[in-house]
């Protein structure tokens, strides 16, 4: 037999887990509703992403070296002096990133169906194929044709309104709205963001998230995120952090405007049956730093590696049981990770006396030290005890000062 696997939804997790099976012979269909598609997003990657899924230099539109934090009373603090030459945030235009990753997928031998999936039958045995049916935008145009695949397992990478997480009774997820501006600047103003990103935090750029510049390759994306789901919040929120950058947006030319569900939390069933969920549609993006590029590709990869080596490199039918392998290794590997983002963004962006204390305890070379290490590289890296001691005393001296452990 050969296995076939039915993946939804071509962003960084679908493609990388389509290339990952389609390395190992297994015969995989990959879906994607717009092949021109680009999701609203900052578009920062770590260090480690370059390396680790081999994406070539022009894929990576800035070299951000340098960050400023500004906090609610305009307070800026400089980051990134802890940072080695050859380290760096990159930053990227996702139509550009996604593009580059399912375009690969495709090249490696993954079948590329430009198509939107409607609906996804259950079967009712274990040895059953699972149903497809979508349009086919090849034919027809937008419509398209409606057509029907089947295939042994299923993986949904079709993001936060995952219609695959519908098709099993994933279960729901609260989830946050990103809102973003692209702005086109003069060249005077593009100079300034040559390798820096901002990050700003306050009551009137966001209640429970920050506000970002982060500068791509001809622009600017300018934006926020909330979990106030308020479409006159977001629009308030976003004037805000206009109004904030005012003086480095002046001159700007908006060529763009996107919004886009973010998930706040893992959905209650990742796998059911021989379906599994991955990326968005799984609930992989970190609080606190709100990131997802990343953590969405390792996901599918560690569900396609899962599926690979469960089935023989396509000789038999993974269950269940098996796939839920995935959702263990990935819990062991990210679970603390997941657990302390969440408590910071609880302690530090609840109210504008926190995120004082939050940019003040920024300024500390060992927090940064800690912080870069964490996120380039996805390893906490363990202080020695007295470097977690001062750390400690420091965080609760910056909340102090603010007042902010005040109830």
């Known amino acids: 037999m050969v296995l076939r696997v039915a993946v939804v939804g071509s962003g960084p997790a679908g493609s990388s887990a389509a290339e990952t099976l389609a390395k190992a012979g297994i015969e995989t269909y990959l879906f994607e509703r717009k ?7 900052g578009g920062a990657i770590p260090l480690c992403m370059v390396d680790e899924f081999d994406l070539p230099p022009e894929i990576v539109d800035r070299r951000v070296r340098k960050m400023k934090m500004i906090s609610p009373s305009n307070i800026e603090v400089n980051i990134g002096h802890t940072l080695k030459d050859d380290e760096y945030i990159g930053m990227c235009r996702r139509e550009v990133l996604d593009g580059f990753l399912r375009n690969r997928a495709a090249d490696l ?3 590329l169906i430009n198509g939107t999936v409607y609906q996804l039958d259950i079967p009712t045995s274990d040895n059953d194929p699972y149903t497809l049916h979508y349009a086919d935008h090849s034919q ?14 299923v993986i949904g990478a079709d993001g936060a309104n995952s219609r695959v997480a519908k098709a099993i009774e994933a279960g729901d997820y609260n989830y946050a709205i ?24 306050g009551d009137d750029v966001s209640p429970d998230f920050y506000a970002w510049v982060f500068p791509k390759y001809d622009h600017v994306a300018v934006g926020t995120g909330t979990m106030k789901i308020n479409k006159a919040k977001i629009k ?12 480095k947006l002046e001159g700007g030319e908006i060529i763009k405007v996107e919004a886009h569900p973010i998930p706040e939390h893992p959905r209650p069933h990742r796998v059911r049956g021989r379906v599994a969920l991955v990326g968005d549609a799984a609930g992989t993006v970190t609080k606190s730093s709100g990131e997802g590029i990343y953590f969405a590709a390792k996901s599918a990869r560690m569900c396609a590696e899962t599926i690979v080596e469960a089935s023989n490199s396509g000789q038999r ?6 796939l839920k392998r995935y959702i263990k290794r990935w819990d062991k590997e990210y679970g603390m990770t ?38 380039l590289y996805k390893t906490v890296v363990p202080a020695n005890p007295f470097t977690q001691m001062k750390i400690t005393a420091k965080t609760i001296g910056s909340l102090l000062r603010g007042n902010a452990l005040a109830p």
């Open 35 to 41: 092949l021109d598609n680009a999701k609203p997003c």
């Open 109 to 111: 031998g993954a079948n």
């Open 140 to 153: 027809g145009g937008a419509t398209g044709v409606m057509n029907t695949l089947k295939v042994d397992l």
């Open 178 to 201: 990103a809102f973003q501006e692209r702005f086109r600047l003069p060249q005077d103003k593009m100079d300034y963001y040559e390798e820096l990103a901002e990050m700003y935090v």
């Open 236 to 247: 308030h929120l976003q004037a805000g952090i206009r109004a904030r950058a005012a003086h």
């Open 317 to 322: 039918i993974p269950t269940e049981a098996d």
């Open 338 to 375: 997941y657990l302390v983002l969440d408590l910071l963004q609880r302690v530090f962006y609840r109210s504008d006396a926190t995120r004082e204390a939050f940019v003040e305890m920024c300024a500390d070379e060992d927090v940064q030290r800690l912080t870069f290490d964490s996120y």
